[in-house]
Structure formats: C-alpha cells, structure tokens
Nanobody, 124 residues
Framework: VQLQASGGGLVQAGGSLRLSCAAS????????MGWFRQAPGKEREFVAA????????YYADSVKGRFTISRDNAKNTAYLRMNSLKPEDTAVYYCAAVKSYKGISQDPNDYESWGQGTQVTVSS
C-alpha cells in the first residue's frame, strides 16, 4: 500500500494540527496504522498506533492525552489529531502500515509501508 502524509505546518505552542495519511493502491482496511516522528539528530520514535478495527490504540507517554489517532477505512485515510502542541513536538511525522495479522506495534522495524513524511514545527 502507498501512503501519503499531509497536514503538517508551523503552529504556535498550544495550537493544534491534524495530520492525514491517505492510502492508494490498496485499501487500508487490512492494515494497522502507526504514526512516528523524527526530530533532527534523533532516532525515529513511536507516536501512536491503531488497529484496523479502531478498537485498539496505543500512544507514546509523551503525547498521551494530547494526540488522538483515528482512521476512516471507507476513505482509506488515517489521522493524527494533535492538540496542545509543544516545541518538543517539532519533527517530521511519518505514517506507516503493517498487516493487521501482525498486530499493532511501537517498533518502526515492524512496519511495511511508509509515507513520505510531513514537517510539523511548533514555535514557542
């Protein structure tokens, strides 16, 4: 499945953004979805993940209570709603997909398909 992430931008601390991850080539339904981010000089880190049925979600402790992952399988799109943004949230955000029978994972090495990334910059 091919993924296209969008929705990044420049926002002030305390603001909000919604990232989208649109799938093409195949339906998103059989895949669990994850969002990761990578700041300059740092390793790619897990942000959030959601099962194909939306019944299970995981969040990194650093974003819990502020970010919400969701998906609309009919639109072949996954989302990451980010509220109360902080400067430390600044990074390139990537969406990723893994076949749902493998479960949902916080390890980027488990994911099979990746979007190109969208830049999120939070100013103080």
């Amino acid at each position: 499945v091919q993924l296209q992430a969008s929705g990044g931008g420049l926002v002030q601390a305390g603001g909000s953004l919604r990232l989208s991850c649109a799938a093409s080539g195949r339906t998103l339904s059989p895949y669990s979805m994850g969002w990761f981010r990578q700041a300059p000089g740092k390793e790619r880190e897990f942000v959030a993940a959601i099962s194909w049925s939306t019944s299970t979600t995981y969040y990194a402790d650093s974003v819990k209570g502020r970010f919400t992952i969701s998906r609309d399988n009919a639109k072949n799109t996954a989302y990451l709603r980010m509220n109360s943004l902080k400067p430390e949230d600044t990074a390139v955000y990537y969406c990723a997909a893994v076949k749902s029978y493998k479960g949902i994972s916080q390890d980027p090495n488990d994911y099979e398909s990746w979007g190109q990334g969208t830049q999120v910059t939070v100013s103080s």
